[in-house]
């Protein structure tokens, strides 16, 4: 006997009946880090990510719950559906607002649903499937989308006829490496020299970096990385990151084990920084910022001294973000990535779901395409 019902703020939630059903320490699903986006305005309505997050109670106890936000716009949610919501608005009906579970401008493979163990996700989905369409109607929305979800439990939602989404990442293995030497061993020997050259003309430059994790975060580290970020957020997009300044803050005070700063300093001043999250298998790499533009910079912070600290941590994988084809030949693989699409209108919903068939196709074929033109001397080691 489940109790369902949705909620606009996390706050009257409590936190530790949230984390409680947590099943691993994937941290973008904890309490405190969707809690943070709340308190520090990134996740409003005023930001077009309302929380109205389901719950559902058995005896009093809390025994699901999961992160849903109404979304007036796209932005943010790294699974592109501005097509749909213009054929959709070019027959006269209103695309938004639509219910996205999601975790906001994360695009990070992971849980997605919040049970008590002695639940079953196969036999709960009825009753889930049914509560998300009758709020839906209630609301009015064009339908429900849930991102970036794992693949088992993607399956389990296409079998109760939700559109399955199928999208192209790129992630770093650890496959027993002892050191970076020893990975850049299992590269074609081009790719290797490119490699070492890009990182010698870092050094080359005079730069070196720090690690800070834990509580050698300060508050001036964050407040430091939240300028660097928003610059370069500046510069390349032309308006403002998502985040505000007291998110970092408050994100590495309240997990701070699960959160790195990698900083790049030259002539005695800090120059730039990549801002990663951390599990007990994963590296996160999440945001990056700086002061100014040098030679394979970015490449070094975000990616090669991540590799070297996932390396010295004994974590398997490094899951560096959203897009980037040029992650291929420094040794990251293609993978699929997962999202789930219920649209309200039959008509509609069909529609979505014979684009994403079609589209399925392009992306097993992309994926092939780019194990074919692997750096690795053994292609076979890295499938």
């Known amino acids: 006997m489940l109790q369902f ?52 109670y058995r005896d009093g106890q809390l025994v699901i719950a999961q992160p849903w936000f109404i979304k007036s716009h796209s932005y943010g949610e790294y699974v592109f559906d501005w097509s749909w919501a213009d054929a959709w608005q070019q027959l006269g009906h209103d695309y938004y607002p639509k219910l996205v579970n999601a975790i906001p401008f994360t695009p990070c493979t992971g849980p997605r649903l919040l049970l008590d163990a002695s639940l079953d996700l196969k036999s709960l989905l009825p009753a889930l499937t049914k509560a998300l369409d ?71 430059q005079g730069i070196t970096f720090s690690c800070h994790e834990g509580e050698s975060l300060s508050e001036d580290d964050c407040a430091r990385f939240y300028d660097f970020y928003q610059m370069t957020y500046l510069k390349r997009s032309g308006h403002h990151g998502y985040l505000h300044g007291d998110f970092f803050v408050r994100i590495a005070r309240e997990l701070p084990r699960q959160c790195l700063l990698i900083q790049a300093h030259k002539d005695n001043r800090v120059i730039a920084a990549a801002w990663f999250f951390k599990d007990s298998n994963t590296l996160y790499g999440r945001y990056w910022g700086c002061l100014a533009e040098y030679d394979f910079l970015h ?69 092939a395409d780019v194990k074919a033109a692997s750096p690795y001397r053994d292609h076979r080691a890295a499938q």
Request: hydrophobic share 40%; with cysteine.
């Open 5 to 56: 019902s949705f909620v606009d703020s996390l706050q009257s939630i409590d936190p530790a009946a949230w984390n409680a059903l947590c099943p691993t320490d994937y941290p973008f699903m904890r309490y405190e880090f969707l809690l943070a986006l709340e308190i520090t305005g990134a996740t409003t309505a005023n930001s077009g990510w309302q929380p109205h997050h389901l719950l559902a």
């Open 299 to 367: 490449f070094e912070t975000c990616y090669y001294q991540g590799i070297d600290y996932l390396l010295r941590q004994g974590l398997q994988r490094f899951d560096g973000g959203a897009q980037g084809e040029h992650k291929i030949q420094r040794g990251f693989e293609a993978c699929q990535t997962f999202s789930l699409h219920q649209l309200q209108d039959n008509r509609f919903h069909q529609a979505v779901d014979n684009f994403v068939e079609e589209e399925k196709l392009h992306i097993e074929q992309y994926i």
């Open 134 to 204: 009758a709020e839906c109607q209630r609301l009015g929305f064009s339908g429900w989308h849930s991102l970036f979800v794992e693949q088992p439990s993607a399956v389990l939602w296409q079998e109760r006829g939700a559109a399955l989404r199928m999208g192209c990442q790129f992630h770093w293995h650890n496959r027993g490496y002892k050191n970076f030497d020893e990975f850049l061993a299992t590269l074609l020997s081009r790719k290797r020299k490119n490699i070492l050259q890009e990182r010698n003309k870092v050094a080359a």
